[in-house]
T-cell receptor, first 108, second 111 residues
Framework: AQRVTQPEKLLSVFKGAPVELKCNYS??????LFWYVQYSRQRLQLLLR??SRESIKGFTADLNKGETSFHLKKPFAQEEDSAMYYC??????????FGTGTSLTVIP | DADVTQTPRNRITKTGKRIMLECSQT?????MYWYRQDPGLGLRLIYY???????NKGEISDGYSVSRQAQAKFSLSLESAIPNQTALYFC??????????FGSGTQLSVL
């Protein structure tokens, strides 16, 4: 069965410090991995997809199939990065499975 | 203008009542989803639909039903609401690139 694990419910970092939000997954096939973000009083929105290999708002994430991980990283955190972050997996069936989320707080 | 619209935004109901949450979209997507969000549990899939004639159960479909009235409309019903169905409910659509687009959510409280 597919599963997405985000081990940290809460994460606090100081402004300017590096940040890493962890995501591990289990899936027997070839998954597609995503990061979604929910800023205060806004809708959930796509941050980035592994297949695009893009950097959005300074964030990157690399799919590591050996470690079954898709950690989200940013070298220098900003206050506006404070939000709820969800890692999500999509398998062959076009369903999406979400982790439990990590609430990131960037301390000024 | 919102592409994915959920109504109502908030609803308080009593145990045993039937309630319907509505979702409409102007994105022209075939795929639509209903999720519930609970603190510490993240988003869990209730039902999903890939077109008007295709309805599928998700992880936690018990106690819920759905109706896909048209490509643009996907409603979620609670046949007999119970307190542990108190949650934030999200509707979403997805495009062919597997990007999800969410509504603003419906906060449901069952007393």
């Amino acid at each position: 069965a597919q599963r997405v694990t985000q081990p940290e419910k809460l994460l606090s970092v100081f402004k300017g410090a590096p940040v890493e939000l962890k995501c591990n997954y289990s899936y027997s096939g070839s998954p597609e991995l995503f990061w979604y973000v929910q800023y205060s009083r806004q809708r959930l929105q796509l941050l980035l997809r592994h297949i695009s290999r893009e950097s959005i708002k300074g964030f990157t994430a690399d799919l590591n199939k050996g470690e079954t991980s898709f950690h989200l990283k940013k070298p220098f955190a900003q206050e506006e990065d404070s939000a709820m972050y969800y890692c999500a997996l999509s398998g062959d069936g076009n369903q999406f499975y979400f982790g439990t989320g990590t609430s990131l707080t960037v301390i000024p | 203008d919102a592409d994915v619209t959920q109504t109502p935004r908030n609803r308080i109901t009593k145990t045993g009542k039937r309630i319907m949450l509505e979702c409409s979209q102007t994105k022209g997507h075939d795929r639509m989803y209903w999720y519930r969000q609970d603190p510490g549990l993240g988003l869990r899939l209730i039902y999903y639909s890939f077109d008007v004639k295709d309805i599928n159960k998700g992880e936690i479909s018990d106690g819920y039903s759905v109706s896909r009235q048209a490509q643009a409309k996907f409603s979620l019903s609670l046949e007999s609401a119970i307190p542990n169905q108190t949650a934030l409910y999200f509707c979403a659509t997805s495009d062919t690139s597997k990007r999800l687009f969410f509504g603003s959510g419906t906060q449901l409280s069952v007393l």
